[in-house]
């Protein structure tokens, strides 16, 4: 018996031996590249948290020279974080916050410059349309209104519909196209929540356009009390 465990025992050995032969090395790359893989992903998230730190320590610095007024120290901190840590999103808020601070302190062409980067390399659409937003703002202030208009995004997503409707409605006005204003007000104000206050300043715009939003229906008069006796 023991003679016959022996046996079986020694084919199945060969049978190991000769399946590791053939198959061996390709198993031990497999293992490899799911080892070298996970270790890869590993030390990519790694990478990201750090790069989001130091990002984020940056954007806390750029925060308190916002706050201080000061845009030189802003926009030093705002090109090193483009240089570094530009396809972070700490970059793409740090560039909205530098330009509003450097066009309150009359410096619009860095303003410019900045809401131009961020409308054209912000990873999520929402902050792209925010600069374009702010951009079409400065052009229209610099009386630009051709370059306004097509700063404007021409595919928002839902949220920003009004406000950008609100916006081209803006610019048409100052250009002179009170028609065209109307209909972009009206886009803006049939978007736009009925509970959001920022609607009221829409509804003046129309009045002021001579088409004032129509009024609510006036409520059903009440059912006649009592019956004829």
Do not use: C
Not at 111 to 118: G, H, I, K, T
Not at 167 to 183: T, Y
């Amino acid at each position: 018996m023991a003679t016959h465990l022996d046996l079986e025992e020694q084919e199945q050995l060969d049978s190991l031996k000769h399946f590791w032969k053939q198959y061996g090395n390709l198993i031990t790359w497999v293992l490899i590249l799911a080892l070298g893989g996970f270790a890869a992903f590993t030390g990519w998230q790694t990478y990201q948290r750090d790069r989001g730190a130091k990002a984020g320590a940056l954007y806390d610095e750029l925060e308190k020279a916002v706050r201080g007024g000061d845009a030189d120290k802003a926009t030093q901190v705002l090109a090193d974080m483009k240089e570094r840590y530009g396809s972070t999103t700490f970059a793409d808020q740090a560039g909205l916050l530098a330009a509003k601070l450097q066009f309150e302190k009359g410096r619009v062409d860095a303003a410019r410059a900045n809401l131009e980067w961020v409308a054209a390399n912000a990873g999520e659409k929402e902050y792209r349309v925010v600069a374009q937003l702010r951009l079409a703002a400065v052009l229209l202030d610099e009386k630009k209104h051709d370059e306004a208009l097509k700063a404007l995004p021409s595919d928002p997503p839902k949220s920003f519909v009004a406000l950008v409707a609100d916006r081209r409605g803006d610019i048409l006005l100052a250009q002179g196209k009170p028609d065209d204003a109307r209909i972009a007000y009206r886009t803006a104000y049939d978007a736009m929540d009925a509970t959001l206050d920022y609607r009221r300043l829409v509804d003046a715009k129309l009045t002021a356009l001579g088409a004032a939003p129509d009024a609510a229906p006036a409520a059903a008069a009440p059912a006649a009390s009592g019956a004829s006796k």
